[in-house]
């Protein structure tokens, strides 16, 4: 079945950069789009970045320039390269696929980020 672990959230101050990772397994990597989303105490889930299979990643306009998603599919795995954070970056991270039509989500990993 399909499986979503992410990994490398933490405590970071503002300004300082974390470098989170998902691996995926129980479906075909390489053929789909892989997504970093994000939820905030008391805000909707947001995607943030996009990753497509081709390689071509996009952005929301929150974390556009400081944000870079990459995927690595020798390993099956997709990382999120955070920079320059501020505390409204502080949520839950969540990596997300949709594989034949249905929607897949990690457990998520929490960033804090301390003014």
């Known amino acids: 079945q399909v499986q979503l672990v992410e990994s490398g959230g933490g405590l970071v101050q503002a300004g300082g950069s974390l470098r989170l990772s998902c691996a995926a397994s129980?479906?075909?990597?390489?053929?789909?789009?892989m997504y970093w989303s994000r939820q905030a105490p008391g805000n909707k889930r947001e995607m943030i970045a996009k990753i497509s299979r081709g390689d071509k990643d996009a952005y929301a306009d929150s974390v556009r320039g400081r944000f870079t998603i990459s995927r690595d599919n020798a390993e099956n795995t997709v990382s999120l390269e955070m920079n320059k954070l501020k505390v409204e970056d502080t949520a839950v991270y969540y990596c997300?696929?949709?594989?034949?039509?249905?929607?897949?989500w990690g457990q998520g990993t929490q960033v804090t980020v301390s003014s």
């Open positions: 129980g479906f075909t990597f390489d053929f789909y789009a």
């Open positions: 997300n696929t949709y594989v034949q039509a249905k929607d897949y």
